[in-house]
């Protein structure tokens, strides 16, 4: 198979990293395909707000896995110092847009971004074919994905064409979900995780005075990170059973502080998903899930502390409910809901509901052109927990008749059916650096030997 040309559909932090990757390796000339008139920065970086901060410290936080200090270093240039704890998210924007740009001055051409959408990728006898919106296509010896995070599926009980206009915010990100508000209204957010609580920070930053109302079905906030916690190493990896797990952070985090009971799973957490029989990754899913993503995905200091003087202010109320239905009053809308453990139907009179329930992952639910296309061909298929693309441990799609490509390739969170853990930078840009390296024929990397 040839590795002369890579093309890169989607130009987030996962397909920027793979593209830097693939020039700092060596490796073949690469086009990285994006539709937004922005690069690198992606949903997360992107549509941020100054006050939305990093969830992992600045020191780790290189985009470089082979260099810790990257991201460290830009900051003393870019910003005339160095930024202690947690940056701002605009700031880690800047950084992969200046690493991108870098990159592609120093590529002597074999680094091309092209902003236009990829609607289809079709197999040929000359290589992978991608489609553009515009007609032009674009040939490559290699196809590789990074969607990012998919955009949230409308809850059950939700009907936007019978809610007024403006009512409902289906993406956060997609539109000013503070327009027309007034003091006493009530927003009402679905989802208490940190989608919830970017949302809650930018209502804040707009100046709504009113009262936010976050809803979830167990009401989980997520934790804070907290300074001068031990880092701790476990001697063996867990048990790879939904129960052994909780069985094995419960102890440690009776013997040391849970945060590093948690920290500690780091380097086992993708082969302990791994060894989970099916059934268990499905247990694990039920049960487990909301409680592990509050305490491994954790919020800076400062912004915990923000979150708690609004809810001691009676500006944000956390809850857990089901939601039944959303009918609509004027303006506004009559949301009704079933609260956890009772049987009373409560209801809430709310300006705005705003879908915070977080990036869906179903491949078979998905409205995007290009990913309907290509598992419409049997190019792709949905993995068997249905929260993202089915992919085998080289990152290679699989198809619909089970069989894994060598041509089309899939990274960063929607992969999360193979490897669980790649929503964070740490695990991403680990991902990207190996595809980077194998298609680049790279076996001596950076003193990692053969």
């Known amino acids: ?66 260099d810790p200090g990257h991201f460290a270093r830009w900051l003393e240039t870019a910003h005339g110092g160095r930024i202690k704890g947690f940056a701002p998210r605009l700031v880690y924007g800047d950084y992969l847009d200046a690493l991108l740009a870098e990159t592609v001055a120093r590529s002597g051409g074999r680094l091309r971004v092209v902003q236009a959408e990829a609607i289809d990728v079709a197999p040929g006898a000359d290589g992978m074919r991608v489609m553009l919106a515009g007609g032009e296509a674009i040939v490559a010896d290699h196809v590789v994905l990074a969607p990012g995070n998919l955009p949230p599926h409308t809850p059950a009980g939700i009907d936007p064409s019978v809610l007024p206009a403006g009512c409902y915010a289906a993406d956060p990100w997609s539109a000013d979900i503070a327009a027309d508000l007034a003091p006493d209204d009530v927003v009402l957010v679905l989802g208490t995780g940190l989608t919830m609580v970017d949302i809650a920070l930018l209502l804040d930053a707009r100046g709504f005075g009113g009262r936010i109302v976050a809803l979830s079905r167990r009401g989980l906030l997520p934790r804070p990170h907290a300074e001068g916690v031990a880092k701790t190493q476990r001697a063996e990896r867990p048990e790879p059973t939904a129960v052994g797990l909780l069985r094995a952070v419960r102890t440690r985090a009776r013997e040391i502080e849970w945060r590093s009971a948690i920290d500690e799973l780091r380097p086992y957490t993708q082969s302990i998903w791994r060894a989970m029989a099916l059934p268990e990754r499905h247990r694990f899913l039920r049960h487990l899930r909301a409680w592990w993503d509050v305490h491994r995905h954790r919020l800076a200091p400062s912004v915990w502390d923000k979150i708690e003087a609004m809810r001691a202010d009676g500006r944000l109320d956390v809850g857990a409910a089901k939601l039944i239905d959303a009918h609509p009053d004027g303006d506004h809308a009559i949301v009704r809901y079933r609260p956890r453990h009772g049987d009373t139907v409560g209801t809430l009179r709310v300006r705005r509901i705003v879908n915070g329930t977080g990036p869906q992952g179903d491949l078979t639910a998905t409205q995007e052109p290009l990913l309907r296309a290509l598992t419409g061909r049997g190019l792709l298929r949905a993995d068997p927990l249905r929260i993202g693309i089915d992919v085998d441990q080289d990152s290679q799609a699989i198809g619909r008749d089970g069989t894994a490509s060598d041509r089309l390739i899939a990274v960063g969170p929607m992969t999360r059916g193979a490897f669980w853990e790649i929503v964070a930078v740490p695990d991403i840009r680990r991902q990207a650096w190996s595809v980077a390296r194998r298609l680049s024929n790279a076996q001596w990397v950076g003193g990692e030997g053969l």
């Open 1 to 66: 198979m040839r590795h002369d040309h890579v093309a890169i559909i989607g130009g987030g932090f996962s397909g920027t990293l793979l593209a830097v990757n693939l020039l700092r390796h060596d490796g073949p000339r690469a086009t990285l395909i994006e539709r937004r008139p922005h690069t690198a920065r992606g949903v997360a970086y992107a549509a941020a707000h100054p006050d939305h901060l990093l969830n992992v410290r600045a020191d780790n936080m290189s985009a470089l896995p082979d």
